[in-house]
């Protein structure tokens, strides 16, 4: 069986199915229409922050604040792509074809994971520029130390969240299941985790919290966090792996 | 070739496939049968890898399916016709397949046509009656030109036409020499297409043998008797030596061709017949017979605790009442 046979048809598996189109839309236009809006109020208000919140003000980061709504998106993307297996029961199908399970399932990720990466790229350069150019005066430059890691770091954290969508769908099988679990947490749970301050030691090495600080230029003032833009992107990274190994030994030990 | 030796699967406490052993042999249209819940459809997956056994093993061609290259060119099988997207077209549900094990993209237009889906070949599948999707779910299988065949129940949802035409097809490629693997819970079906039987119940094998061998043990002939006279009858042909049965409908059975031989006696005591007629038992009585047996089997040997098992496989033995 080799691996690139597979690839293509995981390829047409996910270009063949409306889902696929919307979900990546709505990400798209969520995370930027949102980073536009929010940066443009932010550009008004400027004025009337506090001299700690002016020293501190990210325009880079502020740029990308629709992707706290645009991650829900590439959430239900990454879970659609492996749950419409199960709750058609095409899985019995797909693995009848292909009855090496660890070729199957990472060809599977390795085809969705390089479209989010192509499209989470594009969405997080477009609306850093767009944001950009609604923050005005207050604007960063893509050559300002810092921004393109930020930039690029977008495109990868949209990438990292649509993977461990993936196999966390691959080892709850159903969608209703996954998403009930993926959009709360995602939403609301680990945004108060990481900002009470009683959890905020525990919550910020959730993927997100840790994740999304790739996407900082300016460090705020009195930040503690024992880590750098990378390193939060590394322990997303290991919560994405440790999903995938999940939804490795699962698919390969499970009847279908 | 398909070879399966002790194949069993365990959920739990609970047995639903109990040591199978048996090969399907190509060339032939073998039929699987067994009724509703008898571990046909979870034998099947265990052939395609998609449930691991218990123990046992079961081999195509001598190979463990999932050590087969591009299986789809060795087995092609029908396991449930709503298994596909329902966002997604036929001819792209046929494309991933024909992609996933090299087979061509010319082939999928080939059995589309094979199964005439080619007018709705774009249209995506959840518009599809249970009929479309199966003969869909039989163009993924002709898919890779196979040896072997497999179809879980492939009449079902069908029309007449449809089911006259998965019956020649089936008896054309195994025609050609393939491997040609039927499951069905209709006796009268398999009749009508099988050539070898393998019967099982309540996950054990009943039944490894041709289609003629199974009807000439299997089925009895017997002789139906209609009297007004049901009493005197009864006494003379207990007197005479003659076992009696009561069917369910008020008529006697009488084991044997004796037909002759009761109206004598009849005739003899003045008694009026208004029916002595030898009769050959259906197939589907041979089946429900067989499978019937099973289920007693089953309720003696689990002795002091016969709950569950028995109960839903009531039906089977119901028509079929031997003193």
Known sequence: MAATQVVRSEWTKIRS???????????????????????????????NMSRNDQLSFDPTYISFAGMSLGQLAMIVFGVLVVSNEYSTGMIRTSLAAVPQRGTFLFSKIAVASGLVLVVGLVTSF???????????????????????????????????????????????????????????FFFLISNILGNV??????????????????????????????YGPWGGLGIMALWVLAAIVGAYVLLKRRDA | MIELEGLTKRYGDKVAVDDLTFAVRPGIVTGFLGPNGAGKSTTMRMMLGLDRPTAGDVRIDGEHYDRLKDPLKYIGALLDAKAMHGGRSAFNHLLFLAQSNGIPKSRVSEVLDTVGLTSVAKKKAKGFSLGMGQRLGIAGALLGDPRILMFDEPVNGLDPEGIHWIRNLMKSLAGQGRTVFVSSHLMSEMALTADHLVVIGQGRLLADTSMADFIQQNSRSYVRIRTPHRERLLDVLHEAGVTVVESGSGALEVDGGEAERIGELAAQHQIVLHELSPQQASLEEAFMQLTAESVEYHAHSDGPSPVAPATPRQPWGDDWKRS
């Not at chain 1, 979900?23 to 443009?40: C, D, E, K, N, Q």
């Not at chain 1, 050559?143 to 969240?161: E, K, N, P, Q």
């Not at chain 1, 959890?199 to 790739?214: E, N, Y």
């Open chain 1, 17 to 47: 199915v409306a889902s696929t189109v919307w979900t990546l839309s709505l990400a798209v236009v969520v995370t930027i229409g949102l980073g536009m809006l929010i940066s443009a109020l932010s550009a008004n208000d400027f004025k």
């Open chain 1, 126 to 184: 477009v609306t850093f520029f767009l944001g950009q150019a609604m923050l005005g005066s207050h604007k960063a430059s893509i050559g300002d130390s810092g921004v393109l890691r930020a930039v690029i770091g977008g495109g990868l954290y949209m990438t990292l969240i649509a993977l461990f969508s993936m196999g966390v769908a691959t080892m709850l099988r159903s969608p209703m299941l996954s998403l009930g679990i993926l959009m709360p």
């Open chain 1, 197 to 226: 301050s009683a959890t905020k030691k525990i919550g910020r090495f959730l993927p997100d919290q840790a994740g999304s600080k790739i996407m900082q230029v300016v460090t705020p003032i009195d930040d503690d966090t024992p």
